[in-house]
């Protein structure tokens, strides 16, 4: 998609809801070339179960009209805690409803000081109030890989969307940024407020767990290998497979 300005490969869902949809892949082109179709064709004959497609279509550079918006859990933050003044884009995924994360965000257990991941997905287990695994009944679930999460050390570590290793490192940065201006500056401030903002979350995040590890493997399967980890979400989350 880099031989046109403006080119474009996005996944989307189609279909009456996000709960009964497909994923395809498109990929926009200002002006589609029948070589491109013969890409898509043979991506297709690869993976016949994935649905892709080529339109023409192309995307602009959309900074010079960026707006004030609210950032995805200023509506769980005290007001005191949002400041607009600046806009920053953080380097890592920020959901538009921290309550509702999609899939393919960053991730982390809460005790991690390095390693990242990224949410692959959401189970909805079906599971009778009888059966020994009742306690789990009507809860949602994250997988992930076990090697993200699972330490020798923590064996059920809580774990954090967006990524707290990612956080961290951004709080840190705009902190040594903030000292190359002066003192009481606009640029010091602006810096300043952007990590207080990225503090409130991680703080908001430890009072709003989104979930707990549950079980996880990392071993050598049928000469394959098996590195998967499933998060019990909490229930004040809404979970849906989607991007």
């Not at 005191?80 to 538009?96: C, D, G, H, N």
């Not at 990524?163 to 190359?180: G, H, I």
């Not at 590890?213 to 998060?231: C, H, M, P, T, Y």
């Amino acid at each position: 998609v880099s031989d046109q300005e403006g080119a474009f490969m996005a996944p989307l869902l189609r279909g009456l809801s996000r709960t009964s949809a497909i994923l395809p892949v498109m990929f926009g082109f200002p002006n589609p070339q029948q070589q491109h179709y013969e890409i898509v064709k043979a991506l297709y004959s690869l993976f016949p179960d994935v649905h892709f497609f080529c339109a023409k279509d192309f995307i602009k550079p959309c900074a010079d009209v960026l707006q004030s918006i609210p950032k995805p859990m200023e509506t769980h933050l005290p007001s005191e805690s949002i400041t607009t003044s600046f806009q920053f884009s953080p380097p890592y995924r920020l959901a538009a409803d921290a309550l509702k994360p999609p899939i393919s965000m960053s991730l982390s257990s809460d005790h991690s000081s390095k390693m990242t991941g990224t949410l692959g997905g959401y189970l909805f287990p079906q599971i009778e109030k009888d059966s020994e695994l009742s306690q789990f009944a009507g809860a949602s679930f994250a997988i992930t890989c076990s090697h993200v999460v699972l330490s020798e050390s923590h064996d059920y570590p809580h774990v954090s969307i967006p990524s707290r290793v990612l956080q961290s490192t951004y709080k840190n940065t705009l902190l040594e940024e903030s000292r190359r201006y002066p003192k009481d500056s606009t640029e010091e401030k602006a810096f300043l407020d952007e990590s207080q903002r990225i503090e409130d979350n991680m703080k908001w995040q430890d009072e709003n767990k989104f979930g707990q590890v549950v079980w996880g493997e990392r071993s050598i399967v049928n000469q394959k290998l098996s590195d998967f980890a499933i998060i019990k979400v909490g229930s004040q989350y809404k979970c849906e497979n989607c991007l």
